[in-house]
């Protein structure tokens, strides 16, 4: 893969026709090294987020050993690309032969559950073939918790009541070597209390059931840095994490767990882009709502712009974004701040879409192609510099941190 500078040297050296997705690899390995040192327990990297197999090595590098997968595909991929990792198939709703494949080809040992009947086949899918069950299996309990704190809701699809998790958690501690419970706040939860709240009802639910539980499993949820999403230090979540966790009555060598996704992931890409057309407050670019821009595009998710062309106007007007494909809604709303004199042919670049971005990718009407590249210089924004960049008169570029 070939090297620039920034994205300024990558729209000079290849005037690219489709859009081109910049991967910052220095970046992703020191988001990697900052939970891997700085969270109170061990972080899992949620593959769904982006599972490019570029990326996983350099986190692995970074100190995450332990990888949280959702689908055989995702066990496949994780396990070709880093063969000493530990895999967790964290996803409540699996198919039988997902699990026996996971459990007996590929060292598997930790599900998550949320219905008697998810345990009933992670048992069945697991037993020999004399049919004894398996004595080795680290089991986790999704609870259902509120999503309200944060801004992409997980709380309706998956996870037991608090009122039935007592039952089944004890159903579960009798063929579980090792028993977890685990939630998911929701994506960019923009503050800590939102695992706080979750915590009080795993205490809850510990008390119901009144077994021992080995481990807890906060799950993702973790924010990065968006215009108009400037969330609390990451410090701040990890130390009232800790402080909750650490007052559960829990066995005294039971661990702790999260799973970043987002976290690990955002700062790592950013994509270049290219006006095809503007008509007044719109541009018409060639990434959309069928491309890296889902979220943009879905849940009118704002992500850091800038041009590239050099001798645009300092003056900034909102604009909105058409993707390329032939659909109304490929439309972003934005509000996209770009210099007022933008024109067709310019370039943009768009700042933090290695979460939920690069992976949304689809070859819809034929678009969807595009090369990668590495460059070196800063993310438009970062919870891990610990410096802060000049915000110009907008807020397109985050402050760092
Ligand atoms: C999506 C997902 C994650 C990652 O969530 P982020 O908000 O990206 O950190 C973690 N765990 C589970 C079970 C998930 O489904």
Redesign the pocket.
């Known amino acids: 893969m070939h090297h620039h500078l920034d994205a300024s040297a990558v729209a000079r050296a290849l005037s690219p026709d489709e859009p081109v997705i910049l991967n910052r690899r220095h970046a992703a390995a020191r988001a990697a090294r900052f939970f891997a040192t700085k969270f109170p327990g061990k972080s899992l990297y949620?593959v769904?987020?982006n599972p490019s197999p570029e990326l996983l090595p350099i986190l692995w590098d970074g100190g995450i050993t332990h990888y949280?997968v959702?689908s055989i595909a995702e066990v496949r991929l994780v396990r070709g690309v880093l063969p000493e990792a530990t895999l967790c198939f964290?996803h409540p709703v699996k198919t039988a032969s997902a699990i026996r494949e996971a459990y007996f080809v590929h060292g598997v040992r930790t599900f998550s559950l949320d219905t008697r009947e998810e345990l009933a086949k992670i048992v069945a899918a697991t037993a020999d073939e004399q049919g004894n069950p398996a004595a080795d299996l680290r089991l986790c309990v999704r609870l259902r918790v509120s999503s309200e704190y944060s801004e992409l809701s997980?709380a309706s699809k998956f996870g037991i009541d608090l009122v039935d998790a007592g039952p089944l958690l004890q159903e579960t501690r009798q063929v579980a070597d090792w028993l977890g419970l685990c939630f998911?706040v929701g994506?960019?939860a923009m503050t800590p209390f939102a695992y706080v709240q979750a915590l009080e009802r795993v205490r809850a639910a510990i008390a119901d059931a009144g077994v021992v539980i080995d481990m807890i499993d906060v799950?993702?949820?973790?924010p990065s840095v968006y215009p108009g999403m400037e969330p609390p230090p990451l410090e701040d979540y990890f130390a009232i994490i800790h402080r909750h966790f650490e007052a559960l009555p829990i066995a005294y060598n039971a661990e702790l767990w999260c799973?970043?996704?987002?976290?690990l992931s955002a700062e790592y890409n950013s994509l270049i882009v290219k006006v095809e057309k503007r008509r007044g407050k719109e541009l018409y670019i060639n990434d959309g709502a069928y491309g890296a821009l889902y979220d943009a595009a879905h849940v009118g998710w704002r992500f850091p712009v800038k041009v590239l062309n050099a001798d645009r106007a300092d003056t900034l007007e909102d604009f909105a974004f058409y993707g390329p494909t032939c659909d109304d809604a490929d439309f972003m709303e934005g509000p996209f701040q770009l210099p007022a004199d933008i024109a067709s042919g310019d370039y943009i670049e768009i700042g933090m879409l290695g979460?939920y971005g690069a992976a949304m990718r689809t070859a819809f009407n034929g678009f969807g192609q595009g090369a990668s590249v590495i460059v070196e210089d800063e993310p438009m924004a970062s919870l891990y510099t610990g410096e802060r960049k000049d915000p110009r008169v907008s807020d397109n570029v985050v402050s760092l941190r």
Do not use: I, N
Not at 219 to 222: E, K, N, V
């Open positions: 949620a769904k987020a949280d959702a964290m997980l998911h994506s960019q799950g993702g949820g973790f799973e970043p996704g987002r976290a979460a």
